[in-house]
Nanobody, 123 residues
Framework: QVQLVESGGGLVQPGGSLRLSCAAS????????MGWFRQAPGREREFVAV????????FYADSVQGRFTISIDNAKYTVYLQMNSLKPEDTAVYYC????????????????WGQGTQVTVSS
């Protein structure tokens, strides 16, 4: 079993920055991609970014490309999401996910999820 715990959410003004963290514990694993998703009120959970365990490969949703950066610290089993130039439409609960099988952009591909952390972008 794998446990994922997100942190770093909060309230930020438009144009500001936040860094989210996702710490993994429990069954040790490697070579599994890690992803970030988000869910705004009344909307489906959507893909944000994914990173390979080595950190060499990353993919982003078009809506965050160039503003968000996903990274990984293997020694700490922690994945980060640096979010810059935040917009009100980035407001959502952000979830960390691990160990996808199949299309990494689909929520159904992931076996493990964190509890989520709220990000609110508002003046």
């Amino acid at each position: 079993q794998v446990q994922l715990v997100e942190s770093g959410g909060g309230l930020v003004q438009p144009g500001g920055s936040l860094r989210l963290s996702c710490a993994a514990s429990g069954r040790t694993f490697s070579n599994y991609p890690m992803g970030w998703f988000r869910q705004a009120p009344g909307r489906e959970r959507e893909f944000v970014a994914v990173i390979s365990w080595s950190g060499a490969t990353t993919f982003y949703a078009d809506s965050v490309q160039g503003r968000f950066t996903i990274s990984i610290d293997n020694a700490k089993y922690t994945v980060y999401l640096q979010m810059n130039s935040l917009k009100p439409e980035d407001t959502a609960v952000y979830y960390c996910a691990a160990d996808p099988e199949g299309n990494y952009r689909h929520t159904s591909a992931y076996a493990y999820w964190g509890q989520g952390t709220q990000v609110t972008v508002s003046s």
